[in-house]
DNA sequence: TGTACATCAGTGAACGCGCGTTCACTGATGTAC
DNA sequence: TGTACATCAGTGAACGCGCGTTCACTGATGTAC
């Protein structure tokens, strides 16, 4: 049955259903690749619509990533909750579990992002926004990982939002690898033994306590 | 004074030229903007002579990045000669600065790399040719990483490869937020500082002996 | 409760542009005799 | 040493296609009285 609905519900329903679309294409097709009119038809739109609610093709991935950043923010919060009796080890390899398993559940996603990272840095204004998303979220996950440090009693010799970084950068480079060999294996064990050796080496004792 | 050269010489010649201003134009542009166009154009040629010399704009771009492996091996190479008598730190950190001048020098071809990486891995037959490219690179780099770890009596829990894969991913991955603030700073020290980490938080000693 | 007008989300079509690839052709180089 | 033919690197133009953005318009919703 068909509720009828303000015109500003309508609004944020047709938007939102533009952005589910936006999501499965660019998923299918890379940033390039993707097209509005496709985008617009999935959604059961014409592309004028996208217009009405987006400034473009640009500001609608931001709208898209900015959903995304917060979503990955809220599930690395569950996380360390859950993170909270286990040892130092046993966490960097927990948080090394978590990031590779949200490459698995979406492994075009990563590489849509290094798409539009490459894309916004040609224009002043798009990278400027992205940079503004980018390092929200980085510092949201530089907050958990000040968390876990407190937790263990360790520091580092960068700032948390640098380790929080890097400990991506791991990931996004290794991604660029993974995406040219789709039937490889192993990946899990590999990206966790990598971060946990990266937080390790990172890592130094705050106190005069052994920190293995 | 122009030299009379053979059609084989003239060929070499033209290739060679393209390649250069491929590099230019790529550089410049990036991987989807470049048009082969302004590449025969800055080169002196005409679209044709493009296609003469390769197959098409792919085969192009990968005959520039194996140009530039075979020279990053090479220079890397070199490297390990100059740090023959630095310790086990010193050499790491030798390798992350390396690495790190690598991409000051062109920040833009990494970009390039990882835009040409994703559009690859979307056609199977690209995609084999550039993990092929890709694999042969992090092969010759494994190697070098042997020989440090044979000289300083230290191993890893990863294939000497999937080292150089991972210390390769965390500028990979950087690079995708440096780009996005070009007047950024410090960036050589804070990457130092993290493959520093990397590999020691890695390595684990051979024999007896203490391995700082 | 109903009427008249204003607003605006979404339509549909046109605009403007760029670019990779193909192909018949040319003219200089190479080869055979 | 010279002639006749073959080869082929590079030309120039056309082909074929895709796509982001703009804009005048429509018709349903909202507002004022």
Excluded: C
């Excluded at 390039?32 to 004028?48: D, M, P, S, V, Y």
């Excluded at 009405?52 to 991935?61: A, M, Y």
């Excluded at 995304?68 to 579990?97: K, M, P, S, W």
């Excluded at 009693?153 to 660029?176: I, K, Y």
């Amino acid at each position: 049955m068909a509720v009828r609905l303000s015109r500003s519900e309508r609004k944020e329903r047709t938007r939102s259903e533009l952005l589910a679309a936006a999501r499965a294409v660019f998923l299918r097709e890379g940033f390039h690749r993707a097209a509005l009119e496709q985008i617009a038809e999935e959604a059961g739109f014409t592309k004028g619509a996208v217009y009405s609610n987006f400034r473009g093709k640009d500001d609608l991935f931001l709208a898209l990533l900015e959903e995304h950043y917060e979503q990955r923010v809220a599930a690395h919060r569950r996380l360390l909750a859950e993170l909270e009796l286990r040892d130092l080890e046993e966490t960097r390899r927990g948080i090394a579990r978590a990031i590779y398993d949200a490459y698995e559940r979406d492994p075009g996603w990563w590489a849509l992002v290094a798409d539009f990272s490459t894309h916004a840095s040609r224009d002043p204004h798009l990278r400027s926004q992205l940079r503004g998303l980018r390092e929200q979220f980085l510092a949201g996950m530089a907050e958990l990982i000040e968390v876990v440090a407190a937790r263990h009693h360790v520091a580092f010799p960068l700032t948390s939002q640098e380790v929080a970084r890097g400990t991506g950068a791991l990931l996004r480079g290794l991604m660029l690898d993974w995406i040219l060999d789709p039937e490889g294996a192993d990946r899990a064990v590999v990206f966790e033994e990598m971060v946990a050796a990266f937080l390790r080496g990172l890592a130094f004792p705050l106190d005069g306590r052994r920190t293995p």
